[in-house]
Nanobody, 127 residues
């Protein structure tokens, strides 16, 4: 079965860094748009970053631009989210997802554009 498994979450101090991983099985990530999303308690899920299957470019939400970097290793079939300069508003359950459409979504930060989801990994920022 197709599966996405996130890892790398944990507790980090403000201003610190974490790298999240999204390992895929049963499908090849290089053919699809892949996105990272997060959801904090009491808040709706929001898009963080995605790599478009159409142009291969990486896009970011304004809230993380300049601090987070998304990448994809096709050999390992794994997507990553490098998070630097973590802020108190960053803690959330972070999930990866893929879009299976032939055409990449025009705006890939919308959760409704994605078909397969991982279970998420928790990120906590505290001093």
């Amino acid at each position: 079965q197709e599966q996405l498994v996130e890892s790398g979450g944990g507790l980090v101090q403000p201003g610190g860094s974490l790298r999240l991983s999204c390992a895929a099985s049963g499908l090849s990530l290089r053919y699809y748009t892949v996105g990272w999303f997060r959801q904090a308690p009491g808040k709706e899920r929001e898009g963080v970053s995605y790599i478009s299957s159409s142009d291969g470019k990486t896009y970011y939400a304004d809230s993380v631009k300049g601090r987070f970097t998304m990448s994809r290793d096709n050999t390992k079939n794994t997507a990553y989210l490098q998070m630097n300069t973590l802020k108190p508003e960053d803690p959330a359950l972070y999930s990866c997802a893929i879009n299976l459409a032939v055409r990449a979504p025009t705006y890939g930060l919308r959760p409704g554009e994605y078909d397969y989801w991982g279970q998420g990994t928790q990120v906590t920022v505290s001093s």
